[in-house]
């Protein structure tokens, strides 16, 4: 059966809802540090973050591994989750830099919030809202990270548009996520089963 593009996202929400509420239940994807640290994440630097950090992480992959973020940049995480990348990054770009997270689910982003308080970070900010409609100004970012976030995008391209639109002139993009190759077959796309799985 298909389902209507609402119904999908709130399901998409519900799931991410568990994931920063109850991050040590069951989930039917890998999340936490050990994931991360499978991820190709420093295990060091996972292992130093409180457990609230790193407790819902769930990427797919390390946007860090793209390229070395500099002291001073701005960084744009859309789809931010809990928030353990933001941090990162914020660690990296130093007090002269700045990070904004945004994410579609207030209980990840009121949990990133908690997380960079309880890390003292305090040059990173958190939003809710969508990719497709970053707020932040246009050609302000010097650096967009995203982790996961993409595959569960409806509108692929306005998200691309959106990242062009607040990149600075040269500014990067370093993103990882899941893609479906052309040899999938439908029996395992059904098997996989809805987005919000
Ligand atoms: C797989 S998680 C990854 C979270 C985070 N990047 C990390 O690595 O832990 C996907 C996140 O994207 C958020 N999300 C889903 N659809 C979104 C959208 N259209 N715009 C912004 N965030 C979205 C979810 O609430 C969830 O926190």
Known sequence: MIENPNEIRDKIRQRFVKVARSPHDRH??????????????????????PATV?????????????????????????????????????RRVGP??????????????????????????????????????????????????????FNLCFDKPAVLAEVYRVLKPGGRLQMADVFLGDDVTEGEVERKGAWSD
Do not use: Q, W
């Not at 039917?28 to 973050?49: M, Q």
């Not at 209980?107 to 040059?123: F, I, L, Q, S, Y």
């Not at 990173?124 to 970053?134: T, Y």
């Open 28 to 49: 039917p994807f890998a999340i936490g540090p050990d994931s991360a640290k499978k991820l190709g994440y420093d295990p060091a630097e996972i292992g130093g973050l």
């Open 96 to 149: 002269t830099g700045h990070v904004v997270g945004v994410d579609a689910t207030e209980e990840m982003v009121a949990k990133a919030r908690d997380n960079a308080a309880t890390v003292g970070v305090v040059h990173v900010e958190f939003h809710p809202g969508e990719s497709d409609r970053l707020p932040v100004a246009d050609g302000s970012v010097d650096v967009v990270i995203s982790n996961g976030v």
């Open 54 to 90: 790193t407790e819902s992480f769930a990427g797919v992959g390390n946007p860090f591994a793209l390229g070395e973020l500099r002291t001073g940049e701005t960084v744009l995480d859309f789809g931010c989750g809990a928030g353990m990348d933001s941090i990162i990054a914020a």
